[in-house]
């Protein structure tokens, strides 16, 4: 990953620190890579999450011990499948696993926000989680990638995902009409991809103007 810029000739504009969201197969982890590409540095929840999950985690006792032993493969690893079928199926399960898992991901954060603070990068955040978990709150800007409930599934659909799967994680998250409200900018992506990266170019030069 790139360093943070500093130093003599640097801008002096402050540190940006965005937060894209949207429900799962809206287009969140495209526009992220879209603004990566005009030079966003860009924090993936998820990875973060599924760090906190692994076995030599301080937080792997306490999930196999939410969860149960049969969470868990022979290597001694979580079996993804296996917690979402668990999860999906019990909300206060799905609330708890969040609860230990959140801040691990938000730590993680916060580290990465330190390393770029005192520069004038514009750090996105791509969390399907950010407004429910509050995130939202410590974010200068809120980007929601809105997509219709049906092109999300479709399109998960076309990447492989089950479509129970799909169907669960999406129920799992808030409407879109939720996290809309407290949306500082949308990009709507039930268009084409070259439709979302113009709307990703507009964005950017909203956002970085220095
Ligand atoms: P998320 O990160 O929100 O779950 P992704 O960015 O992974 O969503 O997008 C879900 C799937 O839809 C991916 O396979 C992606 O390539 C595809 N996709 C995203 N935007 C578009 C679009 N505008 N047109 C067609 N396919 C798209």
């Known amino acids: ?41 860009v924090l993936d929840a998820d990875a973060f999450a599924r760090e906190a999950a692994l076995s030599s985690s301080p937080r792997f006792a306490e999930i196999v ?7 868990v493969r022979p290597d001694g690893e979580l079996d993804r499948a296996a917690v979402a079928a668990v999860v999906f199926a019990d909300p206060a399960k799905l609330r708890a696993l969040e609860a230990l898992i959140h801040p691990v991901v938000e730590a993680r954060v916060e580290q ?5 603070a005192g520069t004038d990068t514009v750090v996105v955040l791509d969390s399907p989680l950010l407004i429910p978990m509050g995130t939202d709150a410590r974010c200068d800007a809120v980007v929601v990638v809105a ?34 409200s407290r949306a500082d900018h ?8 070259a ?5 990703v170019r507009g964005l950017w030069t909203e956002l970085k103007p220095r």
């Open 1 to 41: 990953m790139a360093g943070p810029r500093q130093g003599p000739g640097a801008d002096p504009a402050p540190m940006l620190f965005v937060g894209l969201t949207g429900g799962i197969g809206s287009g969140k982890s495209t526009a992220a890579r879209m603004l990566a590409e005009l030079g966003a540095v």
């Open 186 to 193: 949308i990009l709507d992506n039930d268009g084409t991809e």
């Open 112 to 116: 990465e926000l330190a390393r770029y």
């Open 147 to 180: 997509c219709s409930p049906e092109r999300r599934l479709a399109r998960l659909l076309e990447r492989g995902m089950a479509e129970d799967d799909a169907r669960a994680r999406m129920a799992a998250q808030p409407s879109l009409e939720t996290i809309a």
């Open 65 to 71: 011990g939410l969860l149960g032993p049969d969470i």
């Open 195 to 199: 439709e979302l990266r113009d709307q």
